[in-house]
């Protein structure tokens, strides 16, 4: 099971993985990496919850098996 993560942590994971940051609606951000059709809607709080800790752990998963292949 994957627990929460700060939210400072998790954007430095997805930063150094090669996503970039746009603002969404309120306080969520939106995480882009042109390889990945939909962007990671991420919420600006002190502490992520545990599932959406897991999705942006995948798709950093997903982009790095990709270019693994290239």
Do not use: C
């Not at 993985?17 to 939106?30: Q, R």
């Amino acid at each position: 099971m994957v627990k929460p993560m700060k939210y400072r942590d998790l954007a430095k994971l997805l930063r150094e993985a090669g996503f970039t940051a746009s603002m969404g609606k309120g306080d969520h951000e939106l995480w882009r990496y042109p390889g990945i059709d939909r962007p990671l809607v991420i919420p600006k709080v002190r502490e992520v919850s545990p599932g959406v800790t897991r999705i942006a752990l995948n798709a950093i998963k997903k982009k790095q098996g990709s270019t693994s292949n290239d």
